[in-house]
């Protein structure tokens, strides 16, 4: 299929510098964790976002020094000339597909700790580390200001001879340069202190000195914040004459300025609390200030508005993260007129909390992400059917559907029924509560797929018993049956449940509140989940009417949504609509009118006077199915079953992207033996200099 000439406004190329991008999909800089341990998986990653039509692809972190070393998140390295052969690899991997290959040079200030070399910190001031170490950085004299600007030089050297095309000097996140440019930050009284033209100086002279050293055949890109850094009720200010007046001493200095805002969470904010094309108010002014071209994020995923914020001269590259996490080959998809088949991002930031937790980057959407090389996973191939067997897929929530459609893809011929009328599972009710709505992606693409293959037949509105199953001949049956919210007090906390709850008809789950089955009056919600689910509940009571205490057993609410950086927003949200926040405490019994709560420090008893009580603890998987199934050997072995298995949520209750991949996991390792070796391919370390 033609791509539709609209969008042909995408396809253009850019000049930047010396360099020209085929098309206007730009992969900003975004972390992977995968880190200098894990150059192959890096490449193999970055290399399939080339093959999958981006113009440009770029590192995360990368250090130019060990003064700046982020461990334990891993950063890419660019420490010395050992370093150029590793960088390499990912670099011919852009190239293999015609796409320009751009490195985040990074130096951390005093945002990094430096617990790996030990070496202090360096900034502008003294200052205590982000993470938060009881660690501070020494003050940069003029001779580190030296050092600092030469380590950007060496190491621009060195990625122009890993063939890099595009260098960055990464200016904005308070990072090493922030302090020197923030009139708030800085109070130095040397030539890098005082007016704007000074603060400036060292970023100046940062870019000229990299353009001196690579700017023949590199460009020079300079990250940037658009706002002042001002918050006021929890929002980002789109004040900016500080940014402007800085900007504008170095507008045209730059071959491309990547411009974002001040604050991470907002951002790349999840979808729950930011939208699409959310920067645009803040951004607009740069084009204004500077002849040169300008990108910016967006969580873009549609190409209507790619070429709305192209034409109406917001940006001229329309910058993605997690857009091209979620689908690598979203820019191919829309050249060849197929953007129904766009995995669109959902804004859920397991992305960002798998590089939180120090862990290779990870996607709910595109269960192939951080496979490519240990895997040779490809998100849009997948091997052809070994044999003719036919497969039984009961319940299609995200494992379900993954494995339906992924099986499908393979050529097999599948059915797959589901109890309820619409499919999706989970992330269908889910997506009807509160800031949720755009996980119903999950389920979306997934039936747009689905319909398209005549070989996978779908029965919604079809509840499987057992016997049903037994009838049906197929020789493979997968149970992907979910699960359901607990009752009790079993948890992250106790491990046995515990807390007296005599009044059973006044305790309520999620499960309740998602069939609209509410409790009314004063409620309380006991989270010991410490996810989203807790916060989204107490928003639809409060919608309900009722008033809420969010008891939790830990130091703070939704603790952790910090890992997917919406716990500040949420917390601002429920404080906002009046819930009441009760922490550290754990439920010892309710009895229909009251709650007694036990302080988990001092066990110190409190009572609070509720009318229901909302338990978020933890999931039971739905297998009674399969139970009822394997304990029946000669009449499956009868019915010619071959092999029953659990998948999803139905085995082991978890988030929504571990379901995605278990159905992934399954389609594709379906016809392979069991085996009892590591399956996946691992980055060898030599001993030995
Ligand atoms: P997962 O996250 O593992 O995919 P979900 O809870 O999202 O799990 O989805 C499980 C789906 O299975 C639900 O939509 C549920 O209605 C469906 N289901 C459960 N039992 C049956 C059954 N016996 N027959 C058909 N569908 C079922
Ligand atoms: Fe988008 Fe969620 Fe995937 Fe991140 S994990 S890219 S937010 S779908």
Redesign the pocket.
């Known amino acids: 299929m033609a791509r539709d000439p609209y969008f042909d406004i995408l396809f253009e190329p850019v000049k930047i510098g010396p360099v020209t991008t085929k098309n206007r999909f730009y992969q900003v800089p975004h972390s992977c964790s995968m880190g200098a341990a894990m150059p192959n998986t890096t490449a193999a990653m970055r290399g399939m976002k080339a093959e999958g039509g981006w113009g440009v692809v770029n590192t995360g972190l990368c250090s130019i020094h060990p003064t700046s070393d982020d461990l334990p998140y891993p950063y890419t390295r660019n420490w010395d000339e050992d370093d150029i052969k590793v960088n390499a690899l990912m670099a011919d991997k852009v190239h293999e597909h015609g796409a320009l290959a751009g490195m985040e040079l990074w130096h951390g200030g005093h945002q990094v700790s430096n617990l790996y070399s030990r070496e202090n910190p360096l900034a502008a001031y003294s200052r205590t580390s982000a993470t938060p170490d009881p660690i501070q950085s020494a003050i940069m004299d003029k001779s580190d200001i030296k050092r600092v600007r030469q380590w950007y030089v060496d190491a621009a050297i060195r990625a122009k001879t890993s063939g890099f095309d595009i260098i960055y000097v990464y200016a904005t996140h308070n990072y090493v340069f922030v302090p020197f440019l923030s009139s708030k930050q800085n109070n130095r009284s040397d030539e890098y202190g005082g007016s704007t033209k000074n603060r400036v100086r060292l970023l100046r002279e940062t870019i000229e000195e990299t353009k001196n050293a690579v700017g023949d055949r590199c460009a020079v890109a300079v990250r940037f914040c658009a706002d002042d850094g001002i918050i006021v009720d929890g929002k980002v200010q789109v004040e900016a004459e500080e940014q402007k007046e800085m900007m504008g001493l170095i507008a045209d200095l730059p071959d491309l300025w990547d411009i974002g805002i001040s604050s991470w969470s907002h951002e790349m904010g999840s979808s729950r609390f930011v939208k699409e094309a959310a920067l645009e108010d803040y951004i607009s002014y740069v084009k204004s200030i500077t002849s040169k071209p300008v990108v910016s994020v967006g969580r873009f995923t549609s190409p209507n508005t790619m070429v709305s914020q192209v034409k109406r001269g917001i940006m001229d590259l329309i910058g993605a993260a997690r857009p091209s996490i979620a689908d690598p080959f979203l820019p191919k998809k829309i050249e060849e007129g197929r953007e129904e088949d766009i995995r669109e991002c959902i804004g859920c930031n397991m992305c960002f909390a798998h590089n939180w937790r120090c862990v290779p980057l990870s996607c709910t959407q595109n269960p192939t992400m951080g496979e490519e090389w240990r895997r040779n996973w490809h998100p849009e191939k997948i091997d052809p059917k070994k044999s003719d067997d036919t497969i039984l897929i009961?319940?299609?929530?995200?494992?379900?559907m993954e494995a339906a459609m992924s099986l499908g893809k393979r050529g097999y011929h599948v059915l797959l029924?589901?109890?309820?009328r619409e499919l999706?599972?989970?992330?269908i009710k889910e997506s009807k509560l509160p800031t949720l709505s755009e996980w119903n992606r999950v389920a979306e693409y997934r039936s747009t797929q689905l319909k398209k293959l005549t070989n996978v037949e779908t029965y919604p509105g079809?509840?499987?018993?057992a016997e049903d199953i037994l009838e049906f001949n197929f020789p493979h049956v997968v149970l992907?049956?979910?699960?359901f919210w607990r009752y009790d007090d079993f948890g992250f906390w106790n491990a046995q449940p515990t807390a007296k709850l005599t009044a059973k008809d006044k305790v309520f789950t999620p499960d309740d509140i998602i069939k609209g089955n509410m409790p009314t009056g004063r409620v309380m919600i006991f989270d010991d989940d410490h996810y989203y689910m807790g916060s989204v509940m107490a928003e639809k009571l409060i919608e309900n009417g009722c008033q809420v205490d969010f008891v939790t057993t830990l130091n703070s609410s939704a603790s952790w949504s910090e890992c997917t950086a919406e716990h500040d927003m949420t917390q601002a949200r429920l404080m906002k609509l009046g819930v009441n926040f009760i922490m550290a405490k754990t439920l010892k019994a309710f009895d229909g009118s009251k709650a007694i709560l036990d302080c988990n420090y001092t066990g110190q008893k409190q009572e609070i006077a509720v009318d229901a009580l909302l338990m978020v603890t933890c999931r039971i998987p739905?297998d009674a199915?399969y139970h009822e199934l394997v304990s029946q050997p000669e009449a499956l072995s009868k019915a010619g079953i071959k092999s029953l298995v659990r998948?999803?949520?139905?085995l082991a209750p978890s988030t929504?992207a571990r379901?995605v991949y278990a159905?992934h996991k399954f389609a594709r390792e379906f016809d392979e033996p069991i085996s009892g070796e590591v399956t996946f391919k691992r980055e060898k370390q030599f001993l030995g200099i």
């Open positions: 009961v319940g299609a929530g995200p494992a379900g029924s589901e109890t309820e999706g599972g989970r992330v079809s509840h499987l018993k992907a049956t979910g699960a739905n199915l998948i999803g949520d139905c929504i379901a159905g």
